[in-house]
């Protein structure tokens, strides 16, 4: 085993005691909660070696980066979840290889996926990001759309061709009534999350939670927690 490859499964090692002693502490299966891997800024090779260790769901969040790496990879037994603020003009290259699009927020968005997914004949899983530092039906600084504005959204998703209606994603908000109160915003994703499944049942995906914050989403409820550095190691510096 390399020396990368080594403290990967280390780094690995040490996710999945803290997403376990979480579940354990919240009274959850283990299996309830899905690790996503965010693999943006690392090479290809990172995600070659991840897939080795067992990891099965990672996550991008550039088009540029993503879609050479998953050519790269796309002999793995993988799924590719796109967590970046989309812009339409990167939809066709996205629709390619990611099989779930976390961050949905608008209806033009929505539109463009649909078209692209039904030329290419695949199903993408969308999830509504929710943006819990904007106003009820406002946008978030990183994108998402307001409370307010998730019951319109997730409608438009279920009825698109190619689409397919998977829950909510929420990053924890910097500014804003829960600004630095992430169990509190993760909860109220998941009272927003009960509201769209009386709607929408099979839409039971709830993806929150980073390296530092993944026990609090754990405890609210999370399905799936998007961990990065906590695996992969400090980010260098873009510049």
Not at 27 to 47: F, H, N, Q, W
């Amino acid at each position: 085993m390399t020396d990368r490859k080594a403290q990967l499964a280390e780094n690995l090692a040490k996710v999945e005691e803290r997403i376990t002693a979480a579940c354990t502490a919240a009274g959850r299966k283990r299996e309830e909660v899905t690790l996503i891997v965010v693999t943006k800024t690392y090479p290809a090779s990172d995600v070659r070696m991840l897939s080795e260790l067992g990891v099965r769901h990672v996550a991008e969040n550039r088009d540029q980066d993503a879609a050479p790496k998953a050519a790269e990879c796309s002999d793995l037994p993988l799924s590719w979840h796109f967590v970046g603020q989309l812009q339409t003009n990167k939809v066709r290259s996205v629709v390619g290889y990611a099989d779930f699009v976390q961050s949905v927020d608008r209806s033009k968005l929505v539109t463009a996926l649909s078209r692209e997914a039904v030329r290419t004949e695949r199903e993408v899983g969308c999830l509504v990001q929710v943006a819990l530092d904007a106003e009820e039906s406002g946008r978030g600084e990183r994108g998402g759309v307001g409370p307010g504005g998730i019951e319109e959204l997730g409608e438009l998703i279920a009825r698109a061709p190619g689409l397919r209606l998977d829950g909510l994603m929420t990053v924890a908000p910097l500014t804003g009534p829960y600004a630095g109160r992430q169990q509190a915003a993760f909860e109220r994703l998941m009272d927003l999350s009960t509201v769209l499944r009386s709607a929408h049942p099979a839409a039971n995906m709830v993806s929150a939670g980073m390296s530092s914050d993944l026990e609090q989403a754990v405890a609210a409820g999370a399905t799936h927690v998007r961990v990065g550095t906590a695996v992969l190691g400090v980010r260098p510096r873009l510049g």
